[in-house]
């Protein structure tokens, strides 16, 4: 994938997130992405690495503030 369009999926899953106050299920996450895991998981590990997310026992996705 270029570098352009990783960027863009993780402005996706970053502006879902903080469009439901900042935290969801990861199932739903997916549904509203309209992603498989296949691909919603690397985008989230790597948004976690970077400290912008945190995912929560139980599979919760929120923004890290």
């Given at each position: ?29 997916r ?7 296949s ?9 976690e ?9 139980g599979s ?6």
């Open positions: 994938m270029t570098s352009l369009l990783v960027q863009s999926m993780r402005d996706r899953v970053l502006w879902m997130l903080a469009d439901s106050d900042g935290n969801m299920e990861r199932s739903s996450l549904r509203r992405v309209g992603w498989k895991y691909i919603l998981d690397p985008v989230l590990e790597e948004l690495k970077e400290g912008k997310i945190k995912i929560a026992v919760r996705v929120a923004i890290y503030r």
